[in-house]
């Protein structure tokens, strides 16, 4: 199991910058991806930015060129910089964690951490 603790959200202008942070209670290292996801209310939660323990980052297309995920293996914690924010990308951001407990994936969510852009 692995418990995750995001924080750094919070109201910026449009244009601004953000950096949410992901505490995850065990080695990064030990949990095969890492990544955040966006949810607003009634719908699905959406992929933004994740990080293999390999060191793999793969990205969705809200993000591209705006965003970037990173890690400090020692603090085991990981980062999403956001760059250039818009009014749209006002949603709930999560931390999850993707790894096999006796070869069954899991996957663990953090709380939630609010992103609001005003225009």
């Known amino acids: 199991q692995v418990q995750l603790v995001e924080s750094g959200g919070g109201l910026v202008q449009a244009g601004g910058s953000l950096r949410l942070s992901c505490a995850a209670s065990r080695s990064i290292l030990s949990i095969n991806e890492l990544g955040w996801y966006r949810q607003a209310p009634g719908k699905q939660r959406d992929l933004v930015a994740a990080i293999t323990s390999g060191g793999t980052t793969m990205y969705g297309d809200s993000a591209k060129g705006r965003f970037t995920i990173s890690r400090d293996i020692a603090k085991n914690m990981v980062y999403l910089q956001m760059n250039g924010l818009k009014p749209e990308d006002t949603d709930v951001y999560y931390c999850?964690?993707?790894?096999?407990?006796?070869?069954?994936?899991?996957?663990?969510w953090g709380q939630g951490t609010q992103v609001t852009v005003s225009s």
């Open positions: 999850k964690a993707r790894l096999p407990v006796r070869q069954i994936w899991y996957d663990y």
